[in-house]
């Protein structure tokens, strides 16, 4: 035995088994630990925060384009897919807005570079951008 000492953490009183003994119990030296990490850290350091996935302006900008979107393929002049019957002569209804240039900031909303297209028309303009630019429905 190596003499009485009082552990580090809680003061009791303890016999040394070895000359490194500081502490009473594993829990004594797990909390001094604890409590000495805590101490390095700065406590003035700014708590992080996440990069928000929509910004303010963006969400608003997409709950206005909802509601357009519904009106849009209402309209009688959009209730088909120009895609399918000017390709496949099918007559097919139009169930997406395809943004012929882009959603990029205010565009998502701007109504000149929609288009009115099927889930099949809608493939088959990005699976094929250079005759869908001949045809004016990419920009």
Request: a positive charge; aromatic letters at 10%.
């Amino acid at each position: 035995m190596y003499g009485k000492r009082k552990c580090k953490q809680c003061s009791t009183e303890m016999i040394k088994k070895s000359p490194l003994d500081m502490f009473c119990s594993a829990d004594c030296g797990y909390a001094y630990k604890r409590k000495k990490d805590s101490a390095k850290t700065k406590p003035n350091t700014l708590k992080r925060s996440p990069i928000k996935p929509v910004s303010d302006k963006r969400k608003k900008q997409n709950a206005a384009y909802l509601l357009a979107r519904k009106v849009y393929l209402m309209e009688d002049a959009h209730k088909f897919c120009p895609v399918m019957k000017g390709l496949f002569n099918k007559t097919v209804p139009a169930t997406e807005i395809h943004h012929t240039n882009g959603r990029e900031n205010d565009r998502l909303n701007d109504r000149v570079y929609w288009l009115a297209v099927s889930r099949e028309g809608h493939q088959w303009i990005h699976s094929n951008p250079q005759e869908a630019r001949d045809y004016g429905w990419l920009i």
